[in-house]
C-alpha cells in the first residue's frame, strides 16, 4: 500500500511536517510538497499569514494534496489547530475541509474539556456535510483523571467508531502509535 500524508497548512515551524516526512520515509526536500503554506508563527494562521503579508489560498492546498494523491493509494491530511480554525476573511478549515472533500477523523486530546469538544466538533463535521469517519483518543498527558471513563462516554455519543486509543509517549513516535490504532473498523 503507498500511503501519503500531509499537513497543508502549519503555523511555527516545521516540527510537524518533519515527523510526516519521517513516517513516510521520504526525503526533506519534499517539505514544501508535504506542507504547501507554511507560517513562521505558532499562532492562529489567518493572524499569522496576516502578520506576514499573505493570504491563505486554499487552492494551493488542494493543488498539494493532488499531486501527493497521484503517488498513493492513501492520503491522511492532517488539520492545523482544529475543525473550524479561522483562515482569513470568509474561510476557515470547515473550507479545506469540504474542498479536500475527505472523510474527517477527529483526534481528541484527552484532558478536562475533551467530551464538550470532541461533540461540538462531530457537530460541525455533520453540519458541514462531511463524513465523521471515526475518532482517536490521544492521551495528551500521563494521567487524567477518570480518563477511561471520558472515553466510554464518547464512544456511547459520537456518532462515528473509536479507531483506538493512543497513551501517552514522553517521546511521540508514530509507528508506536499507529500499533494502538484499529482502522480497519472505518469503511472503504
Known sequence: MRCGAMKPIAAGGTEDTDAILHALGWPTGRAREVTPILLNEPIAPHIAARLEGRRIDIATAVTGFARIAEGSDYVVVEGVGGFCVPLGDGHDTVDLARA????IAMVVGMRLGCLN???????????????????IASCVTPSMAYRDENIETLARRLPAPHLGTIPYMQSPDARLASHHLHIERVAP
Open 117 to 135: 469538544h470532541a461533540l461540538l466538533t462531530a457537530q460541525a463535521v455533520r453540519n458541514a456535510g462531511l463524513t465523521l469517519a471515526g475518532w
Open 100 to 103: 479536500l472533500g475527505l472523510p
